[in-house]
């Protein structure tokens, strides 16, 4: 297991695995903000799923927990499940980043990503899926492969929503893309890349989905409001970010 070792500079404190590179951050002043931008979009499943009573998301990797205390906090039907391997990082989640401890919405489970995806006893059980699996070096996601993301597939309801932070300028990027289009028939859209070279892909499962831009865009000043995610950029860079896209939604 990688060591986690924590740095802090201007207010914020960021989570390491033994090197400088950062695997995650929080303001410290506001803990329950999502700090880093593709963080952020890491949520966008907000935009096409409405939250009800009864709705499961899985969080693969936990970092500091940024999305996990989001969805505990302004998504109260939800019941959260984070899938961790390191249980250094669950335990630095908790202590140092203010992550709250499991109750009836959230349930954190030590184990492999990549077993937990393949498991029966998931199948059909998560209405979104977050993943965000990294590890010291930093070059692209640890779990990259086409039977992971069809597990993936596989453990999301219809419909369903997955998301997946993928670093853009490294070859692990055309691979993951690759492998995330076949597992879900071609139905992916990006978002642009973001500061850091992070791009946030959004996957889609069950039936098509066909909607006005100015529709998405009232949802996601409906979002902004409860929550104060900067989604007023996302649906202009979603639909300028991928081809036949401009005029509609339709995926």
């Given at each position: 297991m990688e060591p986690v070792t924590f740095s802090e500079s201007g207010g914020i404190r960021y989570l390491h695995f033994g090197t400088e590179l950062i695997q995650g951050a929080m303001r410290i002043r506001d803990p329950n903000e999502i700090y880093l931008e593709y963080n952020q979009q890491m949520m966008a499943w907000l935009l096409f799923l409405e939250t009800k009573p009864g709705m499961r998301v899985a969080q693969l990797g936990l970092g500091t927990g940024a999305l996990t205390k989001f969805?505990?906090?302004?998504?109260?039907?939800?019941?959260?499940?984070?899938?961790?391997l390191n249980p250094a990082v669950i335990v630095s989640a908790r202590s140092m980043f203010s992550m709250p401890d499991d109750d009836r919405r959230l349930e954190t489970i030590q184990t492999d990503a990549k077993a937990f995806v393949k498991s029966s006893k998931y199948k059909n059980s998560f209405d979104?899926?977050?993943?965000?699996?990294?590890?010291?070096i930093c070059d692209g996601p640890s779990a990259s492969s086409l039977e992971f993301y069809k597990g993936c597939y596989n453990i999301l309801k219809?419909?369903?929503?997955?998301?997946?932070?993928?670093?853009?300028?490294?070859?692990?990027?055309?691979?993951n893309l690759k492998n995330i289009c076949e597992a879900f028939d071609n139905r992916v859209l990006l978002f642009p890349e973001s500061h850091d070279c992070n791009v946030v892909a959004i996957a889609f499962k069950g039936p098509k989905l066909?909607?006005?831009w100015r529709d998405v865009s009232a949802?996601?000043?409906?979002?902004?409001?409860?929550?104060?995610?900067?989604?007023?950029?996302?649906?202009?860079?979603?639909?300028?970010?991928?081809?036949r896209q401009e005029s509609k939604l339709s995926i």
């Open positions: 969805t505990h906090l302004h998504c109260p039907a939800v019941k959260s499940t984070v899938v961790e979104a899926v977050q993943v965000d699996l990294y590890d010291a219809a419909p369903g929503v997955l998301t997946v932070n993928l670093f853009s300028r490294h070859k692990s990027f055309d691979i066909e909607a006005e949802r996601a000043k409906l979002i902004k409001a409860k929550t104060d995610l900067p989604t007023h950029q996302w649906v202009s860079g979603i639909s300028r970010e991928n081809v």
